[in-house]
């Protein structure tokens, strides 16, 4: 039996690179996914992809950022599709500019990452924890490597804080939710090839090689290596793991 029967799926930042994966992933596994993005167009193409290979999807556009748009969007859900037992607050955006550059540009930088990988996280939870708490859900959040360090590659103090945030937020709510039976967990991926580095893959490979210098497996992720990871998070096969992050980064962090 598919890892998944029977659960329906909500997946933020649907419409690229390591969402639409996952959203793809637990489809095969058999869940109802219901696909979210703030660009309207990649998530309908993205569900509509698996619809074609036989899975269930659905899609509405969504800026996590608006929390009156997540509660009204959990109402829409709760009667159009059902009641959701799985979140997986993948939404995230960076930025790499350091602290020191242009004070208005750094401070843009982290109002935006800020509201989007952190606000973004709370709003969407918050808006689907009845269903979640009814349903003794499963939630995943997309931290990082950036979890635990922060990166020389170019990144920002901003997005550094926010996914520490993450792994703070994963193990608060796993502590608060542990009785109502939800398991709340995190991925850590490390350089997985998306756009959000598509700059830096085509405009800077020593910056790329200096990454995989210091990764074990000795190559960059795709968005697949977090399907597994991820899909193990949501179903009853970790029935027992809570508050915990799954790292997915080739072995970054033990060199
Ligand atoms: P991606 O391909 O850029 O996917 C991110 C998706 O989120 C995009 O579809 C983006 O839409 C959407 N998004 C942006 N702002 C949003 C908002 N306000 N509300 C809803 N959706 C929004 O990048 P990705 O690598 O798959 O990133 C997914 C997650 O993985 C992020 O949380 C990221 O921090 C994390 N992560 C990635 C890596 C990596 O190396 N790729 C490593 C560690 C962690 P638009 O493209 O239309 O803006």
């Not at 993205?46 to 269930?56: D, P």
């Not at 929390?67 to 960076?94: H, W």
Request: net charge neutral.
């Amino acid at each position: 039996m598919a890892l998944l029967a029977n659960h329906i799926a909500v997946v933020t930042g649907a419409g690229s690179g390591i969402g639409r994966a996952i959203a793809s992933g637990y489809a095969r596994e058999g869940a109802q996914v219901v696909l979210t993005d703030v660009n309207a167009d990649t998530v309908a193409a993205a569900a509509q992809e698996i619809r074609a290979a036989g899975g269930k999807a659905e899609s509405f556009a969504l800026d996590v950022t608006r929390r009156e748009d997540c509660l009204a969007l959990a109402r829409q859900v709760a009667e159009k599709v059902g009641q959701v037992s799985i979140l997986v607050n993948n939404a995230g955006i960076t930025r790499r500019n350091a602290f020191t550059a242009d004070a208005e540009t750094v401070a843009k930088d982290w109002q935006d990452i800020l509201a989007i990988n952190l606000d973004g996280i709370f709003n969407v939870t918050q808006a689907f924890l009845a269903p979640l708490r009814a349903r003794r859900g499963r939630i995943v959040n997309i931290g990082s490597i950036q979890s635990f360090v922060h990166l020389r590659t170019p990144s920002s103090v901003a997005y550094t804080t926010s996914k520490h945030g993450v792994l703070g937020f994963t193990k608060a709510l796993a502590a608060e939710l542990g009785k109502d039976g939800v398991r709340v967990n995190a991925i850590g991926p490390g350089f997985i090839e998306t756009n959000i580095n598509a700059q830096v893959r085509a405009g800077n490979p020593a910056l790329v090689q200096a990454f995989l210098d210091h990764t074990p497996l000795g190559r960059t992720g795709k968005p697949e290596d977090i399907v597994g990871p991820a899909i193990f998070l949501a179903s009853d096969l970790s029935a027992y793991v809570t508050g915990s992050i799954v790292m997915a980064d080739g072995g970054y962090r033990t060199v």
